[in-house]
C-alpha cells in the first residue's frame, strides 16, 4: 500500500535554530516523487521542494533540504535558521499512480511553532 | 502574475443546499484537482481533470460533482452539502507532462454548513 506517516504531530524550535520533520513513505513503485508543503493559518499550501526518486542528490531550496535516504524510505525536511514565519502546518506528499491517474498523498502533517 | 485562484474564499450554505465552488487558473495547465480538507487533516483528492477527461477517485461520494467547461474553470459542485462535507477545499493544477507533477494550490474556500 502507498502510505506516507509523518509521526510528529507538533514541532517548536527558536528562531535561528534548525529542525527536522520527519517524514517515511511506502510504496513498490520504483519511480516516484516526493514534496513538501507548507500550510499557514490562511490555508493556502505552498510548495516547498521536491525530490524524485531517481535524483542523486538531496533537493536544497535556499533554507530548505530534504534529506533523502531511499533504502530506509525517508525523505526529511530540514529548515535551517528557523524564521518566525515558518510557523504552519507542514505536510509531505507523494507522487502516486492510481486507478484515475495521477495524484498525490499527503501524510497527517506537523505543526512547526517557531518562538522567539 | 500567473496563479491559481478560488472564489468565493469563504462560503456558507444551508444543509440540502446546492452550492460550486470555483477554480481558475492563468497557469495553462492541462490538469486540475479538488481536495477535500477536514479541520485538522490532510487534503483528500476527490477527483481531477487530464483535460477533458474526468477521473474521479473511488471513494467520492456521489454528492460530489465537477465540471471543466475549458482549461482555466473548474467547479466543483456539491448536490445536497451535509454536515459532513463542512471542510477547505483545494483547487490545485499541474501542467502533467514529465517532470516534477509539481501541483500548484489556490488558496481554498473554507465551506460552512449550517
Known amino acids: 500500500a502507498q502510505k506516507i506517516t509523518q509521526t510528529q504531530p507538533g514541532m517548536f524550535v527558536q528562531e535561528k535554530e534548525a529542525v527536522t520533520l520527519d517524514c517515511t513513505y511506502d510504496?513498490?513503485?520504483?519511480?516516484?516523487?516526493l514534496f513538501w508543503y507548507k500550510q499557514p493559518s490562511s490555508g493556502e499550501m505552498i510548495f516547498l521542494i521536491y525530490?524524485?526518486?531517481?535524483?542523486?542528490q538531496n533537493a536544497t531550496e535556499g533554507r530548505y533540504s530534504l534529506n533523502f535516504q531511499k533504502a530506509r524510505k525517508s525523505a526529511n525536511l530540514v529548515i535551517s535558521a528557523s524564521q518566525l514565519g515558518d510557523s504552519a502546518m507542514y505536510f509531505c506528499a507523494m507522487r502516486v499512480l492510481n486507478q484515475a491517474g495521477t495524484a498525490l498523498i499527503f501524510g497527517k502533517g506537523t505543526t512547526l511553532s517557531v518562538s522567539s | 502574475d500567473a496563479m491559481v485562484i478560488q472564489n468565493p474564499r469563504y462560503q456558507v450554505t444551508q444543509f440540502g443546499k446546492p452550492v460550486t465552488l470555483s477554480c481558475s487558473q492563468t497557469l495553462n495547465h492541462n490538469v486540475m484537482y479538488w481536495y477535500q480538507q477536514k479541520s485538522s487533516q490532510a487534503p483528500k483528492l476527490l477527483f481531477h481533470?487530464?483535460?477533458?477527461?474526468?477521473?474521479n477517485e473511488a471513494d467520492t461520494p456521489d454528492n460530489f460533482q465537477s465540471r471543466r467547461p475549458n482549461t482555466s474553470f473548474c467547479f466543483l459542485d456539491i448536490r445536497s452539502p451535509g454536515l459532513g462535507d463542512a471542510a477547505m477545499y483545494l483547487c490545485a493544477t499541474s501542467s502533467g507532462g514529465v517532470g516534477t507533477y509539481e501541483q500548484y494550490f489556490g488558496p481554498g474556500t473554507r465551506l460552512t454548513v449550517t
Open positions: 525530490q524524485g526518486s531517481y535524483d542523486q
Open positions: 481533470y487530464y483535460d477533458k477527461d474526468f477521473n
Open positions: 510504496t513498490s513503485d520504483p519511480s516516484y516523487g
